[in-house]
């Protein structure tokens, strides 16, 4: 840190700045213009800018352009499968200075717990976590979670300084029909940032939800839905995750016009996906490619991003804003080459010198151990209700299918691509076991099995073959949670993640090449997806239509209601 009467006197060049990056092209996001100068650093703000400075350390940057750092505007770090330092270590580089994280799939698990840990985390990381407080633990009444977080127990978690307001409020019925712990917990935030999910809300409905002061919105999915959000005065995020990839079809909107009011998030993407194409670097060559002006996209990856959630200190490379800088080779390819963050530069170095804090959520998979009769299915009607997937969506088709009983069971068809889907509560707080059908997998035999099962994360498994759905499943419980694949009586690949079920203690390069095996054996299966264990985890969300799985049945998310 640095007082301002030194941070004055550097801008004025009275004394030497700590840091100057020498002749780099400076990113100028008010006019669109590369114009060439020297950023003075002092501490963890920048102090001058385009003038010529001397600094204790001078690094020349000639010929290279100069960004704001990028800020991933919703996330769930969780969802990375990495702890919170090593999603700094993997995702910082990139140039991502600064995320903006609900970490509501820990609290549901964990409760109030899971939130300190990820509030203590973010003041040891180098990139700036701002920690949003969850508003939906659990998201529904229709699943049994790990927590639950009331609005009394929300006000005790206010406060910190890593807060910025109230994480995406998913039970938009709640808010529409003024549910009375919705209320509250919308009260408490009145006069500060509220995130929004309400996907395909229109019209009256959508009136209602911003009426009651929810100002952004990161499940648009389509070019005329996030059009009428933006009318209606909400920030509309582009969200490209492993799973949920709406950059496509909303790229065309993002504009000179619309770049203020737009901003990027990945919500979520894992080592793999980070590995093989990139994080929010990513998304700016791929909005860059498909025809967006390069201004647009780096105002939404940066001072749009800080605008819209109050973040005043920091998206552009100017005095006493944070020093958040990614040098890159291009605006187009969007390499980092070097990046500071709150001034320091990101290095090896620096990671290792951080102070890190012990995991919390161990053992926390008490599920029932299950034979292969738990997962037959009853009923009296042949008529069936089908999870459709939609590949890269995490929004579903209600389909319906007949499905003949045979010995009094419903049986997987892997010639009709029809799956079955198995929810088990794994809480240890009543032991339900839900099973349905999904179509979408492709699955030929065996099964997959995850912990990581939105939001909720009870234990989800899909497959054509019920001892080895057991196996599966049975074999979670024994390594703390996590991913396994299954075949013939045998595991296959596994992937441990004792932190809640959720994060694994590897390093993130160690917890990738674990998904390239689980990818190959989960291929070997017959699966088509392209990210089969985080598509799976969606299909249990009773908050994004049409149709779900919890451990309480199928849920319609349309009438939010569980399928009787």
Not at 109 to 133: K, N, P, W
Not at 184 to 190: A, M, N, S, T, Y
Not at 211 to 240: D, P
Request: charged residues 25%; aromatic residues 4%.
């Amino acid at each position: 840190m640095n007082d301002i009467e030194t941070r004055i006197a550097t801008a004025r060049g009275e004394v030497k700045a700590d840091i100057v990056l020498k002749n780099g092209r400076i990113f100028d996001l008010m006019t669109g213009e590369l114009v060439q100068g020297d950023v003075a650093i002092c501490g963890d703000r920048i102090a001058g800018v385009f003038e010529s400075y001397e600094g204790e350390r001078e690094i020349d940057v000639s010929g290279r352009v100069l960004v704001p750092g990028f800020i991933d505007t919703h996330l769930h770090i969780e969802s990375s499968l990495v702890t919170p330092f090593e999603f700094d270590r993997c995702v910082t580089p990139r140039g991502v200075t600064t995320a903006i994280c609900d970490p509501h799939e820990i609290a549901n698990v964990i409760g109030s717990q899971g939130v300190r840990y990820f509030q203590e985390a973010s003041a040891h990381t180098l990139m700036d976590i701002c920690v949003q407080i969850s508003s939906c633990v659990p998201s529904t009444h229709m699943e049994t979670a790990g927590a639950e977080l009331l609005a009394e127990d929300i006000a005790k978690l206010v406060g910190h300084p890593s807060g910025i307001g109230l994480a995406e409020f998913m039970n938009y019925p709640g808010v529409i029909h003024r549910d009375a712990e919705a209320m509250k917990k919308i009260r408490l935030f009145e006069d500060a940032h509220i995130d929004g999910h309400a996907p395909q809300l229109s019209g009256r409905d959508l009136n209602a939800y911003i009426a009651a002061g929810i100002r952004t919105e990161h499940e648009a999915t389509t070019f005329e839905e996030a059009r009428e959000k933006l009318r209606k005065g909400m920030r509309v995020l582009i969200r490209e995750g492993s799973v949920s990839k709406d950059l496509v079809a909303l790229q065309p909107l993002l504009t000179h016009l619309t770049a203020p009011y737009m901003c990027l998030c990945t919500d979520d993407r894992n080592p793999l996906d980070i590995a093989e194409a990139g994080h929010l670097d990513h998304m700016i060559r791929e909005l860059i490619a498909r025809g967006c002006p390069a201004l647009a996209v780096y105002r939404a990856a940066s001072l749009s991003a800080a605008e819209a959630f109050g973040l005043k200190d920091r998206g552009m490379i100017a005095p006493a804003k944070r020093a958040d800088i990614v040098v890159l080779d291009s605006l187009e390819s969007c390499r980092a080459q070097m990046v500071f963050a709150g001034g320091v530069e990101v290095t090896d170095a620096a990671f290792d010198a951080r102070e890190t804090i012990p995991p919390v959520g161990r053992n926390s998979v008490q599920a029932p151990r299950v034979s292969p009769q738990d997962f037959r299915t009853t009923g009296n009607r042949e008529e069936t209700d089908v999870i459709g997937i939609i590949e890269g969506k995490i929004i579903t088709e209600h389909l319906h299918e007949t499905v003949a009983f045979e010995d009094g069971d419903k049986r997987p068809d892997p010639s009709r691509d029809l799956a079955r889907i198995t929810v088990v509560e794994r809480h240890g707080k009543n032991g339900n076991i839900a099973s349905g059908f999904v179509r979408g997998f492709g699955i030929k035999g065996g099964a997959i099995a995850s912990t990581v099962c939105h939001d909720h994360h009870n234990i989800v498994s899909v497959g054509v073959d019920y001892e080895d759905m057991a196996l599966a499943v049975n074999r979670l419980s024994e390594i703390e949670g996590g991913f396994v694949v299954a075949r013939d009586g045998k595991v296959l690949a596994e992937l441990s993640l004792p932190v809640a079920g959720l994060m694994s203690l590897e390093p993130f390069e160690a917890v990738h090449a674990r998904l390239v095996e689980l990818r190959e054996a989960a291929a070997s299966l017959g699966v088509t997806l392209e990210e089969p264990f985080l598509q799976l985890a969606f299909l249990a969300l009773p908050v994004i239509p049409a149709l779900k799985i919890t451990d309480r049945g199928m849920v319609d998310v349309t009438k939010f209601e569980i399928i009787s």
